[in-house]
């Protein structure tokens, strides 16, 4: 479960909400994955997180409008997970012509 959207930090604001996260997120971590009760987080940050707000999944191919310009965008969070096959992808695109 995840805090509900009343409940969620101002995004306009990127200053870290140290109470938030030891009130709502940490316990959730610690549920989930036991062993984070040991654990402290040393230093933070906020930063905004990317995303395609259409239907959260990643953009991938060539822009509709600019010639010779391919797009591999909007993957969010999980974008370190999807490098491999999106850069694959890309490659075949450009010199195959298709995936």
């Known amino acids: ?7 969620e930090p101002d995004p306009g604001d990127l200053s870290v909400d140290h109470e938030f996260f030891q009130e709502q ?3 959730r971590l610690a549920r989930r994955v036991p062993a984070f009760e040991a654990l402290r987080p040393r ?4 930063g905004y997180y990317d995303h ?3 239907d959260h999944n990643g953009v ?3 822009h509709p409008h600019l010639e010779n310009l391919f797009v591999a965008a909007g993957f969010s969070g999980h974008g370190l997970q ?3 096959a999106t850069g ?4 075949e695109l ?5 995936y």
């Open 94 to 98: 450009v010199v195959k012509g298709r």
């Open 52 to 54: 395609n707000a259409f």
């Open 60 to 62: 991938l191919g060539p």
């Open 82 to 84: 999807h490098a491999p």
């Open 43 to 46: 230093g933070s940050w906020a």
């Open 1 to 7: 479960l995840h805090p509900s959207q009343e409940d």
């Open 25 to 27: 997120v940490w316990p």
């Open 88 to 91: 694959r992808a890309l490659a």
